[in-house]
C-alpha cells in the first residue's frame, strides 16, 4: 500500500536560515510523482513543488528544493533563507496508484520562522 | 491561472440538516476530488469523479454523497449532518499526470 510518511509534526527556524521538512513514501510502483504543498493559516493549499520518479536531477523552484533519494525513499523538501511568510503548514503528497489522479498526504510539518 | 472556487469559506449547520458544499474549475478538468482535512491526521479522499456523472468512493465516504451533473461542479453532500463531521473540507481539480492538482482555498463546516 502507498504510503506517506511526515514524522516532524512542528519545526522552529530563524529567518534567514535553511530547513529542511523530511517525508517518506512507500510504493511499490516503478513510477510515481512527489508532491509539496503550503497551506497558510488561512487554509489554502499552495503548490510549492513537483519530483517525478524518472526525473534526473532534483527539483527546484527559487528557495525550495526537493532532496530526492530514491534508494532510501525521501523526499525532502528543503527551505533556503526562511521568511516570516513561510510560517505555515507543509504536506508531502504522492500520485495514488488508483483513484483516478488523487493524492495520499502525509500528516503535515508545521513550520514556524521567528525574527 | 486555473481556479477552483469553493462556494463557502465558513458554514455552520445543524445536526441532522442536509448540507451541500459547492466547487467548481473554469479548467476544463476531467478530474475532481473532495479531502477532508482534520488536525494530525493530514487530508483524506472522500470521493471522487473522473468524469460527469461518474463518481468513485474514496477513503472515507460514509455520511457523504457526491454529485456530479456538470464537468465544472462537483458537489459534496452530507446527507444528515453530524458533529463528527465537522472539518475542513477541500476541493481540488487536476488535469492528467503529471500535471499539479489544484485546491479551492476550503471551506470550515461547523456542525452543531
Known amino acids: 500500500a502507498q504510503k506517506i510518511t511526515q514524522t516532524q509534526p512542528g519545526m522552529f527556524v530563524q529567518e534567514k536560515e535553511a530547513v529542511t521538512l523530511d517525508c517518506t513514501y512507500d510504493t511499490s510502483d516503478p513510477s510515481y510523482g512527489l508532491f509539496w504543498y503550503k497551506q497558510p493559516s488561512s487554509g489554502e493549499m499552495i503548490f510549492l513543488i513537483y519530483q517525478g520518479s524518472y526525473d534526473q536531477q532534483n527539483a527546484t523552484e527559487g528557495r525550495y528544493s526537493l532532496n530526492f533519494q530514491k534508494a532510501r525513499k525521501s523526499a525532502n523538501l528543503v527551505i533556503s533563507a526562511s521568511q516570516l511568510g513561510d510560517s505555515a503548514m507543509y504536506f508531502c503528497?504522492?500520485?495514488?496508484?488508483?483513484?483516478?489522479?488523487?493524492?495520499?498526504f502525509g500528516k503535515g510539518t508545521t513550520l514556524s520562522v521567528s525574527s | 491561472d486555473v481556479k477552483v472556487t469553493q462556494s463557502s469559506r465558513y458554514l455552520v449547520k445543524r445536526t441532522g440538516e442536509k448540507v451541500f458544499l459547492e466547487c467548481v474549475q473554469d479548467m476544463d478538468h476531467e478530474n475532481m476530488f473532495w479531502y477532508r482535512q482534520d488536525p494530525g491526521l493530514g487530508l483524506r479522499l472522500i470521493y471522487f469523479?473522473?468524469?460527469?456523472?461518474?463518481?468513485e468512493k474514496g477513503d472515507i465516504p460514509e455520511g457523504y454523497s457526491v454529485s456530479r451533473e456538470k464537468k465544472e461542479r462537483f458537489s459534496l453532500i452530507l446527507e444528515s449532518a453530524s458533529t463528527n463531521q465537522t472539518s475542513m473540507y477541500l476541493c481540488a481539480s487536476s488535469p492528467p499526470p503529471p500535471q499539479v492538482p489544484h485546491f479551492g482555498d476550503g471551506t470550515r463546516l461547523s456542525i452543531l
Open positions: 469523479s473522473y468524469d460527469v456523472k461518474m463518481k
Open positions: 503528497a504522492m500520485r495514488r496508484n488508483q483513484a483516478g489522479t488523487a493524492l495520499i
